[in-house]
């Protein structure tokens, strides 16, 4: 089993940058494949960005790519989520997720969750 931890949302202006964090618990981390999701208010949840279990593949979001970036630490049992020029339209509840297939979007193939971190951006 693994448990998930997010933290560095907060309330930042448009343009600016923000990086989260998920910490996971247990030995098992580097075998699964991570992903960021997101749900703003009255949303579904969405998905991100994604990341397979060495680091190596990463796959995003239309909406993100090119302003946002996944990796990860094996080592220190965490993922992260750099988001620059970051815009009204991405304030949300961020979520990290933990899935044993590479390259999923959906929240259902997800099977790890934590509890989220607020990330919103004012314009």
């Known amino acids: 089993q693994v448990q998930l931890v997010e933290s560095g949302g907060e309330l930042v202006q448009a343009g600016g940058s923000l990086r989260l964090s998920c910490a996971a618990s247990?030995?098992?981390?580097?075998?699964?494949?991570m992903a960021w999701f997101r749900q703003a208010p009255g949303n579904e949840r969405e998905f991100v960005a994604g990341?397979?279990?060495?680091?190596?593949?990463?796959y995003y979001a239309d909406s993100v790519q090119a302003r946002f970036t996944i990796s990860r630490d094996n080592a220190k049992n965490t993922v992260f989520l750099q988001m620059n020029n970051l815009k009204p339209g991405d304030t949300a509840l961020y979520f990290c997720a933990a899935t044993p297939r590479m390259g999923l979007r959906k929240v259902t193939d997800y099977v790890y969750w934590g509890q989220g971190t607020q990330v919103t951006v004012s314009s």
């Open positions: 247990g030995r098992t981390f580097s075998s699964y494949h």
């Open positions: 990341i397979s279990r060495s680091g190596g593949m990463t």
